[in-house]
């Protein structure tokens, strides 16, 4: 069985009998008192996150999750069917399992899926993205005093906030953790 000290971003963890995935920790000393983990995680079926707190050295249940890129087909009600691009099987997985990320996806982009037995548990969405900006107004010469960005409407209908100069019909590149502009994409 392991322990605090083997606690690092991402791993699966069992805790109060639900899966949940680590998204941050940070291990702390006080001046009185024994050391402890404070750790922010993230259930792994319901996607609500939570804060617990872990003595230094209390034994954790780490599970070993299966992680395999798949290629999005295609939205099937508040499902996405997505591909092993490998053995060419398919499944389906819930659309809210992706969360807000969903807003910059489009057909044939690869995800990442995690697995507990063969059973699809959690996606990630690729870090950033390239998408073309299908719509937005051109911006007003000589307006660049506080950096002023303004809405473009992309392919897949999200619509971001971009600097004045990026044009419609350029492509641009969005983080997907946070729907910002990133870069014109070359």
Do not use: W
């Not at 809405?151 to 209908?157: I, M, N, S, Y």
């Amino acid at each position: 069985m392991a322990n605090t000290s083997d606690l690092s971003r991402g791993i699966f963890i069992r805790h109060q009998g639900q899966l949940c995935r680590v998204v941050d920790y940070k291990h702390t000393m006080p001046g009185k008192g024994g050391a402890f983990y404070q750790v922010k995680m993230k259930n792994a079926i319901t996607g609500k996150s939570s804060d617990h707190r872990f003595r230094s050295g209390e034994n954790i249940d780490v599970v070993r999750v299966d992680e395999k890129e798949m290629q999005y087909l295609y939205k099937d009600g508040n499902n996405l069917v997505l591909m092993d691009t490998e053995t060419y099987e398919q499944m389906q997985l819930e659309e809210v399992m992706l969360g807000d990320a969903m807003k910059f996806i489009k057909e044939e982009m690869m995800l990442t899926v995690y697995l507990d037995n063969g059973n699809a548990i959690m996606a990630d969405a690729p870090n950033h993205v390239v998408l073309e900006i299908t719509y937005s107004e051109p911006g007003i010469k000589g307006d660049t005093a506080n950096n002023p960005l303004k809405p473009a409407t992309l392919e897949t209908g999200a619509i971001v906030q971009v600097p004045l100069f990026v044009q419609q019909g350029e492509k641009i590149k969005v983080d997907t953790r946070t729907g910002e502009y990133v870069e014109r994409a070359k």
